[in-house]
């Protein structure tokens, strides 16, 4: 059975987004997202050789499929009444190079905290 834990992000315009990871190989996760992006047409995302750290609850994974790209995910723990915010950073794609903050639902730092302790992925 794969290991998966669900959180909850903003998206730019501040609406929320359920995202379900999911743990499918040694090094690989799905990223499953409701509401799907891209008109509807992008419900899940594939990412290939995902390496963490849990204790900093950072992740390294390339995009799977045509276009790859890296993409390094930073959380950002809660501290006082902030909430988490995964810092994503993309790089070597066509486009959209760049880094990207993520506000997360209260709790989720230590959800991701929690499935990285889990997966075991390789070491970041």
Do not use: W
């Not at 890296?70 to 810092?87: E, F, H, N, R, S």
């Amino acid at each position: 059975m794969d290991l998966s834990v669900q959180i909850h992000a903003d998206n730019i315009s501040g609406a929320r987004r359920a995202i379900v990871l999911t743990k499918t190989a040694r090094n690989k996760v799905r990223l499953d997202l409701e509401p799907p992006i891209a008109l509807g047409l992008v419900r899940s995302i594939d990412f290939k050789n995902v390496r963490a750290d849990p204790t900093s609850i950072a992740v390294f994974c390339q995009l799977a499929g045509l276009f790859s790209c890296d993409i390094l995910v930073v959380v950002q723990p809660t501290a006082g009444t902030k909430q988490p915010v995964a810092m994503i950073n993309v790089s070597k794609a066509i486009q959209g190079n760049g880094t990207y903050p993520c506000p997360l639902a209260a709790g989720d730092d230590d959800r991701i905290r929690y499935f990285l302790q889990q997966a075991v992925f390789p070491l970041l």
